[in-house]
């Protein structure tokens, strides 16, 4: 069973890092596209950051770019976000994703499988 749990969230002040981590069980991350999204109260789930499979590019969403980085450690089947820079309009659930394949990569439909969320709170 594809199992993927989310960690490292927490409140943060403005201009502050964090790390969340995203740990996978029944799939190989190494061999699997894997993407983060985020969902403030009200609001639709929005893309985030990807990593494809195929020649391990990366694309961030314009919002998050410079500040934000996907990483994964093939070891530890796990996945990362490294956010720095953080704004208050980052504040969110975030999720991680992953599916066998993706096209851009961008569209949260593109995935199959889902974390079940980390909340970020970055105060003003």
């Known amino acids: 069973q594809v199992q993927l749990v989310e960690s490292g969230g927490g409140l943060v002040q403005a201009g502050g890092s964090l790390r969340l981590s995203c740990a996978a069980s029944g799939l190989t991350v190494s061999t699997y596209a894997m993407g983060w999204f985020r969902q403030a109260p009200g609001k639709e789930r929005e893309f985030v950051a990807v990593?494809?499979?195929?020649?391990?590019?990366?694309y961030y969403a314009d919002s998050v770019k410079g500040r934000f980085t996907i990483s994964r450690d093939n070891a530890k089947n796990t996945v990362y976000l490294q956010m720095n820079s953080l704004k208050p309009e980052d504040t969110a659930v975030y999720y991680c994703a992953a599916d066998r394949r993706v096209y851009y990569g961008t569209g949260a439909s593109e995935y199959d499988y889902w974390g079940q969320g980390t909340q970020v709170t970055v105060s003003a």
């Open positions: 990593r494809r499979w195929s020649g391990g590019s990366t």
